[in-house]
Nanobody, 115 residues
Framework: QVQLVESGGGLVQPGGSLRLSCSASGSGFRGYVVAWFRQGPGKPRERVATIAFDGTTIYADSVKGRFGISRDNAKNTVYLQMNSLKPEDTAVYYC?????????WGQGTQVTVSS
């Protein structure tokens, strides 16, 4: 069993930066594919960034060049560095880890981009 806890959300002005963290308890992230999703008001949930256990990363076109996902296996933590934030990045951001049929979600952290 894995428990995921996101942190680092908040209110930021357009053009600003935030770093989200996703910490895993239990068996941690070893061997898991970890992704960040987001869901904005009235929008479907969207996959933002993914990092595989070998460090391979994939990004949605909407965040490519602005967001960076990384993992620290020793700390059982995955990060999402978000730069050049736009109002349309406003959403609840969720961490997800998956390995085979195992599929875990955090509770989400709110990111609001507004002046």
């Amino acid at each position: 069993q894995v428990q995921l806890v996101e942190s680092g959300g908040g209110l930021v002005q357009p053009g600003g930066s935030l770093r989200l963290s996703c910490s895993a308890s239990g068996s941690g992230f070893r061997g898991y594919v970890v992704a960040w999703f987001r869901q904005g008001p009235g929008k479907p949930r969207e996959r933002v960034a993914t990092i595989a256990f070998d460090g391979t990363t994939i990004y949605a076109d909407s965040v490519k060049g602005r967001f960076g996902i990384s993992r620290d296996n020793a700390k059982n933590t995955v990060y999402l560095q978000m730069n050049s934030l736009k109002p349309e990045d406003t959403a609840v951001y969720y961490c997800n880890s998956k390995r085979g049929i195992e599929d875990y979600w955090g509770q989400g952290t709110q990111v609001t981009v507004s002046s």
